[in-house]
């Protein structure tokens, strides 16, 4: 039997992650959470990892070694869709994640409406 696949959110943020968690088990999708760039490594490593949400409301050291992280793995078939998130009065932070990689950057209030969506596509209705 295959594994289920999971979704990894780069988060501290406990208040939010019950609707994530949520709209995940919706979507058919298990949830990891990880609070740093190494932890995020290893939950990619042992599941099944179609999408991997990142919150910029973190520290921004932790978000963007994160992100280089991700861009810097060679793994054969682990090549989530990345998708960030982050505050509307922020559009540097928003523009550097796009940078790092990010497959997507979200306002969190577009994030959080669209999120039964976005984690029933695996990412695939986010745009940025």
Sequence with gaps: MPKQETVVVLTSNLFFMPRIEAAAEAGG??????????????????HDVPLVLIDLELDEPVWTE????????????????????????????????????SDAVMIKRDFSEGLQELLATRGASASS
């Design 29 to 46: 999708l298990e949830t990891v959470s990880a609070s740093t760039a190494s932890k995020l490594v290893e939950a990619l490593a042992s």
């Design 66 to 101: 994160a992100l280089q992280s991700l861009k810097s793995m060679d793994s054969p078939g682990i090549k989530p869709r990345i998708v960030s998130y982050g505050p509307h009065g922020e559009p540097d932070t928003l523009r550097k994640a796009r940078e790092l990689g």
